[in-house]
């Protein structure tokens, strides 16, 4: 519940279900396939509580978007699924210390950057394939890092990227679900409990989201990426 929530809200959901998972003695490779497909249920609820609220980003439609992140997310979980769990430990801190970065400085960078330049459509489309594989290679802070490209390269404030964000986590997921379930990398006796869990915090995460203030969300967002990156440096360092 706590995973679906916030990933309608920041995203980062992945923060509460992925070290459950891994207490529970899953690898850490297996926990995250196995988390993925948990909160794909969620992210779908989500994405279909804030459907009217859809639209363009920087010209570029909804469609578009969805459909890179769909293809650049089977690519993203291929390399998942080749990737080592060793090596998959001491890659998500460093991904993740990334997200916090660009989301600290977001408004500021933002600012300074629209006053000198004009983001191009490529600049943006290039940014969401990357985004894709991401998702579909870890998925945690997708949505964090989401509302920090997208204010940076589009100047679009946190709160409303709600919508767009928890739609193309929702596409992610589901790319890579299809991936990880083909190779047999779900636990799904843990899966399963996550699955309802899921449902019922990304509706309420949404109800939540839509009453929330942009500084409000801007703050939760930090703590969470902030958080998180702190407790995976120590899990891969410590």
């Not at 991401?134 to 946190?158: D, E, H, K, R, S």
């Amino acid at each position: 519940m706590v995973g679906g929530a916030m990933n309608a809200l920041a995203g980062g959901g992945t923060f509460a279900t992925l070290p459950a998972l891994i207490a529970l003695g899953l690898p850490a490779n297996i926990a995250n396939a196995t988390s993925n497909v948990a909160l794909l249920p969620g992210a779908a609820t989500s994405a279909w509580a804030f459907r009217r609220e859809l639209g363009p980003v920087a010209g570029i439609s909804v469609l578009v978007l969805a459909a890179l992140t769909f293809v650049f997310g089977l690519v993203g979980s291929i390399l998942l699924v080749v990737t080592p769990s060793e090596t998959f430990d001491v890659i998500i801190p460093w991904l993740l210390l990334f997200a916090f970065v660009v989301m600290a400085l977001g408004k500021g960078a933002a600012d300074w950057l629209h006053r000198r330049v004009t983001i191009g459509r490529p600049t943006l489309l290039s940014a969401q394939a990357m985004l894709g594989v991401y998702g579909g290679y870890f998925g945690g802070g997708v949505g964090l890092i989401t509302t920090a490209l997208y204010g940076l390269l589009a100047n679009i404030q946190p709160r409303e990227l709600f919508a767009i964000r928890t739609a193309m986590l929702a596409v992610a997921n589901l790319a890579a679900a299809l991936v990880f379930i083909g190779f047999a990398m779900v636990w799904w006796w843990a899966c399963v409990p996550m699955l309802a869990g899921s449902i019922a915090g990304g509706w309420l995460g949404a109800k939540l989201g839509k009453r929330l203030s942009a500084r409000a969300v801007r703050w939760w967002t930090l703590a969470v990426t902030g958080a998180t990156t702190a407790v995976f440096f120590v899990r891969a360092y410590g």
